[in-house]
């Protein structure tokens, strides 16, 4: 005998409110007081209550999907990014399609046309390394799509971003190497129409400035993967005046410039100290341990998936976009001196 599927009108006959009450605190919404959300909640799970993602689809116009393209799913930052977009998500009753650009424009553009084909709610969305026109981006927003932009963000898109502080990141990285002793440090810097990047270059030249020593432009090179960094740092260490630290952009970057510094047989941090950007698992396993910047992925991810949630349940409403800025934290190991 078929047994009788619970539905939204029964649980709302049942607890005495308006089947639209039950709708809108099942998706979080903040019109609904956390009481009665939580009653609601309560109930549902003692009813075993499951909606029906078609039926809602179709009543509310909306899929309860939100779509999701980052550079590199491998990459530990976005790993952990991607980690932070789930949990937000399913809290609140979506499901998550993620996309890899591949660090490629083309790619990127691909997966901005499959997202659409799949009627996504919202998105969020992290550049590729050569993207520089953001015409797809804007194609989004005039179909009424939110778009959230986190970490690679632009300034040429009016839209709600969630960003790492990265000047300040690389600005406590500097300062940190020349308290402890550092007079010469490179900045092995990433394409520089990255914000993400180019900030970064700024803490670290701002950092120069407040404690009295000069910007040297043959210090700072063009480098941010591993492969580059090899090359870079063997040509970098047989100048004649060659730096006694290196600020690598992010941690693979400095993974290498560590492998070519053991290779030259450098001593570190005794002759060379080495500071990355991420605090992804590599810089917890090389030898010695790589001192870097933590950028709180998983926190990034959160909440920019909250905010991105809060617009589509907001839909029609006028609003003026903000910036989450997120925190960073110096994480010092092995491969810089000691104050």
Known sequence: MKTHRVTIKDIARELKVSISTVSRALTDHPDI???TK???????????YRPNAIALSLRNQRTQIIGVIVPEIVHHFFSEVISGIDEAAVKAGYNVMFFQSNE?????IMNIQSI???RADGVLI????????????RQLLDDRIPVVLFDRATDEIETDKVIVDDFEGAFTAVEYLIKTGCKRIAHFAGPQHLQTHYQRKRGYISALEKNGLPLDDNLVLISDSYESALEVTRILMQKPDPPDAIFAVNDMTAVGTLNALKAMEFR????VSVVGF????VSKVTD???TTISQHGFEIGKKATEILIRRIQEEGKSFKPITEVIKTELVIRDSTRKL
């Open 33 to 35: 007081s956390p009481g």
């Open 38 to 48: 939580q009653v609601v909640r309560d109930f549902v799970e003692k009813m075993k």
């Open 104 to 108: 490629r424009y083309d790619r990127e």
């Open 116 to 118: 659409m084909a799949s």
């Open 126 to 137: 992290s550049f590729a390394k050569d993207t520089s026109n953001f015409n797809h981006i």
């Open 268 to 271: 570190i941090p005794e002759d």
């Open 278 to 281: 991420t605090n992804g698992l």
């Open 288 to 290: 010695p341990l790589i």
